[in-house]
C-alpha cells in the first residue's frame, strides 16, 4: 500500500505561480506512476500530469508548458510546479500513486488540495 500526503495549495492570482508536493510513504521508485489528478466543480477528475518510476512524463495539453512535473527519490516527494496560472486551472488537486499489489495495478490517492486562482 501507498499513502500519500499532499501540500502546497492555495490562493493565487492568475499569472502567479504554486508548487504542490506529495509525499509517499515508501519509495518512489516502488511505484509505477506517479501524478497529479485534479477535479473542478461539476467536472470529472482529470489527468493533470504523470511520471512514470523511469522518469518518463505527460502532460495534459492545457497544461503544457506551464506545469512541470518533478520529483526528489530522497524525499520519496513528488512536486507539480505550476507557472502561469489561469482560473481555468482552479481546482482540487489530487496526487496519484498507481502501482502492483498482488500482480494488479491498484490506484491510491491523496487527500486532495485546493488551488484557487483568482484576483
Known amino acids: 500500500q501507498v499513502q500519500l500526503v499532499e501540500s502546497g495549495g492555495g490562493l493565487v492570482q492568475p499569472g502567479g505561480s504554486l508548487r504542490l508536493s506529495c509525499a509517499a510513504s515508501r519509495s518512489i521508485f516502488s511505484i509505477n506512476f506517479m501524478g497529479w489528478y485534479r477535479q473542478a466543480p461539476g467536472k470529472e477528475r482529470e489527468l493533470v500530469a504523470t511520471?512514470?518510476?523511469?522518469?518518463?512524463?505527460t502532460y495534459a495539453n492545457s497544461v503544457k508548458g506551464r506545469f512541470t512535473i518533478s520529483r526528489d527519490a530522497a524525499k520519496n516527494t513528488v512536486y507539480l510546479q505550476m507557472n502561469s496560472l489561469k482560473p481555468e486551472d482552479e481546482a482540487v488537486y489530487y496526487c496519484n500513486a498507481n502501482t502492483m499489489f498482488h500482480a494488479k495495478p491498484v490506484d491510491y490517492w491523496g487527500q486532495g488540495t485546493q488551488v484557487t486562482v483568482s484576483s
Open positions: 511520471m512514470s518510476s523511469g522518469g518518463t512524463t
